[in-house]
């Protein structure tokens, strides 16, 4: 009966160790996920609102990272701008 006993207060402490180990690797993914769509909000903040891009997929690639082509004038810093 006591070694019944002792393994289940061993089963149950290993159970919640390994919950709170679960919670917290849980909590860093969260925080990880939230961190890099924050610095993606940034960049796209700092984006020109007005800003519209003319993407053309140029046909003939079969794979999946096919070629684009950017209609418009770059500006200096390599973007497309519109035509007048």
Known sequence: MVD???D???FLIYVM???IIGAVLI???LYIV???KGKEAVKVAEL???ENLDVVIVPGK?????ELELKGKKDEGGLPQEEP
Do not use: K, M, R
């Open 27 to 29: 909590v860093i993914g």
């Open 17 to 19: 160790i390994c919950s």
């Open 4 to 6: 019944y006993v002792s």
């Open 62 to 66: 079969s794979e999946p990272q096919g």
């Open 48 to 50: 020109p609102a007005n």
């Open 8 to 10: 289940l207060i061993f």
């Open 34 to 36: 939230l961190w890099g």
